[in-house]
């Protein structure tokens, strides 16, 4: 039997953990909505802007059978003439071959792209596309980008890359400077690439480095490999075809996307840009809806603008994450009251504490729910991931809400040792360690599910606390509950430690594991007494 003194420190902690939880959830959304000072941009005008009009739903480019209306270009290219003097495409196909001669029409700058792979008769088209486009506008071209990351995605050697290269250089007007563009790191591993080259143009994302670079380093990093570039080709013009940062996604390390962020980088980045007079082309114009099948969902967020052509920040003033953060306090109080009418449905206690118990619950889980409610918005696109999010959280919710029942019971002293169901701890368990496993062994682009599985982990700690079983669990659950938290452990690790999510993540697999061993070390003591 427990003593007075442990119930009293398990009762502390359970208040605690309850507290702790709901001033977390409230602080969060408030503090999201707090405008934050940020430098001012030089200028709202920007240089160059990568453009790919894929920013529809279903729009892909790897749908080698859809075409832009030239109708959706002109628009796009109408809105963009507004704030950029130049705009960089990647590829002849899908449409993008008309791009140079409506960006004529609104007085645009093209550094126009042709996209080399792995197969050489789609390559061949859109060589040729691309010398008849360049013929056409050889007013409006400023360069043309002859393959885009191919040596990184290991699909071309060198060698015969150069020979597109060569091809393209011999076939369109000598004032058209052609070039190939690639990661920052690819150009000091092949530097006889510099010689096929009119310039050089290299791609510095800080935030998919190798060892990511938190923003506020992010332009002192720039500024390093820039220097490095210029040191390892003397003579060479230099371009940044591609930089920028994304508003949303997987935080990496200590680099986290956000608009705030994304806004942060821009700016300084346009500033150091101004200082230094270098060409730059920056990532990019409209947010990809399509890429968050090849990069997570990070990759569909690093448009100025997002998927429906709408400006993500300004470039002068305070930026704010989430103008709307009051959803998630009123989203924390409609949890307050679901919580205290259905945990008071049938109820056996009386008093302000069991009220209070799901006051805390309530406003912690809305709050949770709200935030997960805002992660589905940015990273569910098909159907199904609507589907299979939506029921994951309805179950989340149905565990919080029928622990918190019992959680209530225990803290108004009327105890309820049962679970709500015992395969319910098993699910949380088995999706956990279900999830960790991609985690640990394929997780560079999958986010870290926080707001699903925050609900039945804290609920089960805290009910963990109050409880005093001594029912020996499953083998599964004890199973699983090893696994979890060896298995968070990995992201933790890969990380260096840095990724504040990934500790999170560990922290909800120990909250709902350690009752579980708990339990298993109960029972174990309870047979050894009854042996002995």
Not at 27 to 35: C, D, H, K, M
Not at 410 to 424: F, G, I, M, N, Q
């Amino acid at each position: 039997m427990s003593s007075p003194s442990n119930n009293a420190v398990s009762y502390g902690l359970a208040w605690l953990l309850l507290v702790l939880t709901a001033l977390t959830g409230g602080v969060w959304w408030w503090s999201v909505g707090r405008p934050v000072d940020l430098p001012d941009a030089p200028s709202a005008r920007i240089a160059c802007v990568s453009y790919a009009p894929f920013r529809k739903p279903g729009e892909s480019p790897l749908n080698a059978k859809f075409v832009i209306p030239p109708e959706r270009i002109d628009e796009d290219l109408r809105a963009l003439s507004q704030r950029f003097d130049c705009v960089r495409t990647y590829s002849q196909s899908n449409g993008l071959s008309a791009v140079p001669a409506i960006a004529a029409r609104y007085h645009l700058q093209v550094l126009m792209g042709i996209w080399i792979g792995g197969i050489d008769k789609i390559n061949q088209r859109e060589v040729a596309m691309g010398i008849a486009t360049a013929q056409a506008n050889p007013q409006t071209i400023r360069g043309i980008i002859v393959g885009n990351e191919v040596l990184l995605r290991g699909e071309m050697s060198p060698k015969r890359l150069v020979t597109y290269i060569q091809a393209v250089r011999a076939a369109v007007p000598q004032s058209i400077p052609v070039t190939y563009a690639d990661v920052w790191q690819y150009w000091l591993r092949y530097p006889q690439m510099a010689s096929a080259v009119d310039y050089i143009t290299i791609h510095i994302l800080p935030y998919w480095e190798n060892n990511p670079v938190a923003p506020v380093d992010a332009i002192q990093h720039v500024k390093d490999v820039y220097a490095r570039i210029q040191h390892e080709f003397p003579g060479k013009q230099l371009m940044i075809g591609e930089t920028g940062w994304p508003s949303a996604g997987r935080l990496r390390r200590t680099a986290e996307p956000s608009v705030v962020n994304e806004a942060r980088y821009l700016r300084d980045f346009l500033r150091f840009a101004a200082q230094v007079h270098m060409p730059y082309n920056v990532i990019e114009s409209f947010d990809q809806p399509w890429k968050r099948e090849q990069e997570g969902t990070v990759g569909g967020y690093w448009g100025i603008f997002d998927s429906d052509a709408q400006p993500k920040f300004p470039m002068l003033g305070p930026v704010t994450e989430e103008p709307r953060w009051w959803w998630g306090w009123l989203a924390g109080a409609t949890g307050v009251i679901a919580f205290m009418a259905f945990g008071g449905l049938g109820r056996t206690w009386h008093g302000v504490r069991g009220w209070l118990a799901l006051l805390l619950a309530g406003f912690a889980a809305g709050t949770a729910t709200a935030w997960q409610v805002r992660k589905m918005m940015y990273a569910c696109g098909p159907l199904w991931e609507w589907v299979l999010s939506s029921v994951c959280l309805v179950l989340a919710l149905a565990v919080a809400i029928s622990l918190a029942r019992r959680i209530a019971a225990h803290l108004a002293d009327r105890y309820d040792h049962t679970e709500p169901a015992s395969w319910w701890r098993f699910g949380s368990l088995f999706g956990l360690v279900f999830y960790g496993i991609l985690m640990a062994f394929d997780g560079r682009y999958l986010d870290f599910p926080i707001g699903l599985f925050a609900l039945p982990c804290i609920a089960y700690a805290v009910f963990g606390l109050l409880t005093r079983e001594h029912v020996m669990p499953s083998a599964e659950q004890r199973f699983l509950a090893c696994a979890g938290p060896l298995l968070a452990i990995v992201p933790v690790a890969q990380e260096i430690g840095m990724n504040k999510v990934a500790w999170l993540w560990l922290g909800l697999n120990l909250a709902i594991a350690l009752p579980v061993f708990v339990n298993w070390r109960r029972h174990a003591v309870s047979l050894h007494a009854n042996q002995a």
